[in-house]
């Protein structure tokens, strides 16, 4: 029940005009399952082409390479033109870790890639970024210096041999650089005002690299240098961050344009933050912003809650309610509406064929129920009243940390309700994961059996599916049970009014758990590994005991404040 991990590809290809060309590349990626293709970002002047795809790592590296290999079939280094730098064919493949996976994991990942293509195809690949495999070619700058013209005199210093691939020029393909990296946003934060140049007095405050000391007038004194006669920089208030100040007349506004280049170091609210009191000091006001492309999910969460602090009210809200905090409070529909749906990776990957329980209303929930069908039965039900407790022990906290004269412990409060939303979401999805796993055993009960080697499979997938039967349950009681420590304390100290809210999720809890017990007991009958029968009995009935114990202590708490 691990959850998937997720790492972005955007390789740059070194044609942006015939879209035929383009078009083969894509197929070439959109071919490989697993894959999903976001966005296609042709440029004429650039004669490049940004292409974003998404998926778990093998298949995300699988298409990268036959990317890769089809760019150096049709695209002619030889004769390309453009204004943008490149060396290549696919001139760079960064890799960019997204969901549950580190960067130490996508680095081992983006070498794997390297080396597949070094291995197979005819075309020098040089790791860059936090794959680089020495400090000098670490930045992209760097190891693509020279560009493509420059590659046959590069490849013959000992100093610039490849990291994968042969050391020999390809006059049609070129050399390409693959990386793995942070995830970049590109940002823009509108301002009330059509100045360019009062726009980048605000970037100016914000990049990292800030602006040239000057003596005198700021703006044309004259320049301060060291003792080697390099420009003197004042440098901005957000690190990671690369920005400038244009017009866009679409809109009739000038922007603070920026690229977060590690959302780690400087994550969107910040440099929004940042913007709004450079523009404010300057007599501009900062009326929106707009992300450009898409952004993970985490980004969207990260903002919602610390708006929801700076506001001095609960972190503890639902993923929706934190993503539409984060819109508003960055006015990022100003310009156009915000559509989490398109914009956010996550929601473009999420699958709700996978999961059509949760996203039914409650009289769809009850009818398919009710239904003639084994599916949803006592498993998926227990998992939903479990999230039913969750979803009160949270109720709970968030109505103490909005409760007049607490606000000293808004933050405690807050804390409580973000646990009550995790154990909530976990019990959500183990309701279609209950019904999944029971579909599961009947698809392998349909399984051939007409020969001895299919009995065998089919035996084996039977009991697999079993093992998955009801490890799905333990894991329901054992997320259930953890809703008792908040039921506790919220029945202790949260807001008196809702005392019976906290009991009653603690009797939620209780019911979620022994009846999560019985899908275990009845579907270990069919599991034939006795030991691993014995463990699974024993760790369900520990829980079962123990949750039998807090339910009885909860209650008398809360008749006792009633």
Known sequence: MNQKQL???????????????????????????????????????????????????????????????????????????????????????????????????????????????????????????????????????????????????????????????????????????????????????????????????????????GRVKRKGNPINGEIIRDKNGEPLREPGTCKSVKGIGWYIEEYGVAQVSMNLTNISVTPVHIAFEECCKSAERRGMRVTGSEVIGLVPLKVML???????????????????????????????????????????????????????????????????????????????????????????GTMVANLSAGKRGWDERTEEFGAWAEKGQKLKDELLRLVDEDTNSFNQIMASFRLPKGTAAEKSARSQAIQEATKYAIEVPLRTMEVAFDIFELSEQMVKEGNPNSVTDAGVGALCARAAVHAAWMNVKINVGSLKDKKLVKSFLEKAEAIAKKTDKMEKKIVKLVEGRM
Not at 56 to 70: D, G, M, Q, R, S
Not at 343 to 367: C, G, V, W
């Open 7 to 209: 790492i972005e590809c955007v390789p740059n290809f070194s044609e942006g005009r015939d879209l035929s060309i383009i078009k083969q590349i894509t197929d070439e990626i959109e071919s490989v399952e697993g894959v999903k293709l976001l966005d296609v970002d042709p440029g004429k002047a650039t004669n490049r082409t940004v292409v974003t795809f998404v998926g778990e790592p093998e298949p995300v590296i699988n298409a990268a390479f036959l990317a890769i290999k089809k760019a150096a079939e049709i695209i002619d280094m030889s004769k390309h033109k453009g204004e943008h730098p490149r060396m290549g064919a696919t001139d760079v493949c960064p890799l960019i870790p997204i969901a549950n996976i580190t960067m130490d994991e996508t680095v081992e990942w983006a070498h794997k890639l390297g080396q597949m293509a070094g291995s197979e195809l005819d075309i020098p690949f040089y790791m860059y970024e936090s794959a680089a495999t020495s400090p000098e070619r670490r930045n992209l700058a760097t190891v693509r210096s020279g560009e493509y013209e420059g590659l046959p005199e590069k490849l013959r210093k000992a100093e610039w041999k490849p990291d994968y691939g042969p050391a020999r020029f390809n006059p049609q393909a070129g050399a390409t650089a693959i990386g793995a990296r942070d995830f970049l946003v590109a940002y823009n934060v509108n301002l009330n005002t059509t100045s360019e140049r009062r726009a980048n007095s605000v970037a100016f405050d914000v990049r990292e690299k």
């Open 302 to 392: 990260d903002a919602g809650r610390y708006f929801l602090k700076k506001q001095k009210w609960s972190t503890g809200a639902s993923e929706e309610e934190l993503i539409h905090i984060a819109v508003k409070s960055m006015g990022m529909d100003e310009l156009a509406p915000f559509d989490p749906k398109k914009k956010i990776i996550e929601y473009q990957l999420r699958d709700t064929s996978a999961a059509p329980l949760i996203h039914m209303n409650l009289r769809a929930f009850a009818n398919e129920t009710a239904k003639d069908s084994p599916a949803p039965g006592g498993g998926s039900i227990a998992a939903y009243v479990g999230a039913l407790g969750a979803s009160l």
